[in-house]
């Protein structure tokens, strides 16, 4: 579509390949975007449950979820709004080591995932199985502020991250796609950033 | 507004009926538009007029993205909430704040001319966003105005200004956008450092006392600006009696 009359831009940085198309690094910051008020969970009262096309339907407590095997995640997060924190580490379980204790059924090809506050996001459920997605309550070895989903958040850090559902409750096994909050509101079902899956239709 | 990424990266509850049935206009691909005018709004805020190529309906509350594009293909793009209301014009209307640090802000700011192209995207976003047929709080905090601005507009415009109570935080006089067009019977505004000689209000920040008193029953609170802010506002109405799932929040932050 040709070039911005005198635009040269500032903030580029060629060299890093960590970046996809049309994000920047935002440093030390972490931009708080949430579409509502702030609950404030108590560990006590938290839960987490995978049901839906499941051979057998689990929920873990807050001190059950910790007892199970730790898992880290070292890399890259992007938001849709152009944002990408890069060399951030979290904390948490594996949603493999979730899903094996609930076992999917063959059926079962897409997750629906959704937070304490009733928000919800849709993934295939391929996204969030091979080592590719957390339920996470440490960022960089400290407890995961509550503006940033604490006490608990999914991160499937390779897609854009209105995927990692905040305050997150639970994931819930489909046969089939179901648009989630945003997916409804006009952003893409599936959200990879290096495609740059930002809206619907892209 | 400000360079606000209006796309929060996650979490919300399900839309209420009222609005989730308002049918929400499908985004485009990205369009040239044409700066047909600028003016200032403050000392670091204007609004740019921007002709469309491919006209398209909008909702109060959205937003569009802006795209640059450097001779060597480097891209900067960043969101921007539509000031001006739904209408038939084919040009919309975002009020931009300068951020000192903003690849994107500053360069709309100190270099683009009446007459250039831009390459934008839009209309996006399908939760903050008001039908213009219920009752709403509106509640903002510096340039998280603007997009209370689109609904005021459309209020005013379509003679529901009785559905409308609209609450705009500024540090000062000189910080107000639309400083001449938003005072009306439907609005207040608080100052939060410095106010006009004989403001009934001295400065502070925004309090209680400041919500529309009776707030109306079942109405839509829609909060934007800052997350410290929006914390704030948030807390204050549901103190005052708003029920968590009827407040819908936009956030922004220094994103460039």
Partial sequence: ?202 | MTDQPSAPSVAAPPAPPSVAASPMPRTGGWQQATVVGIRPETANAKTFRLALTEPRPHLAGQHYVVRLTAPDGYRASRSYSIASPPDDSGQIELTIERLEDGEVSSFLHDDLMVGDRLEVRGPIGGWFVWDGQTPAILVGGGSGVVPLMAMLRLARRSERSELVRLVVSARSPGDLYYAAELPGPETTIVYTRAAPPSWPRPPGHLNALDLPSPLTPGATAYVCGSSGFADAATALLTDAGVAVDHIRVERFGPSG
């Avoid at chain 1, 290096?194 to 892209?202: A, L, N």
Wanted: net charge negative.
């Fill in chain 1, 1 to 202: 579509m040709g070039f911005t009359r005198g635009f040269q831009g500032r903030r580029r940085r060629p060299d890093d390949e960590r970046l996809p198309p049309g994000q920047y690094d935002t440093g030390a910051d972490w931009p708080v975007l949430t579409a509502e008020a702030t609950p404030h969970l108590a560990t006590a009262d938290w839960t987490f449950t995978v049901d839906g096309l499941v051979e057998q339907q689990a929920t873990w407590t807050w001190d059950e979820i910790h007892a199970l095997p730790r898992s880290t995640f070292d890399g890259d997060i992007h938001c849709v709004t152009t944002w990408s924190k890069l060399g951030v580490t979290f904390a948490g379980v594996s949603v493999d080591t979730l899903l094996a204790a609930a076992r999917p059924l063959p059926s079962a090809t897409y997750v629906l995932a959704r937070s304490h506050t009733g928000y919800t996001t849709n993934l295939p459920l391929a996204d969030v199985t091979g080592g590719k997605a957390w339920v996470v309550w440490d960022f960089e070895g400290q407890p995961l502020e509550v503006a940033h989903g604490g006490p608990a958040r999914l991160l499937v850090p390779h897609l854009y991250f209105w995927k990692s559902a905040k305050w997150v409750s639970g994931l819930k096994l489909l046969d089939h796609d179901e648009a989630g909050f945003w997916e409804r509101n006009g952003y893409h079902d599936r959200g990879d950033p290096w495609r740059e899956e930002r809206y619907q239709g892209d």
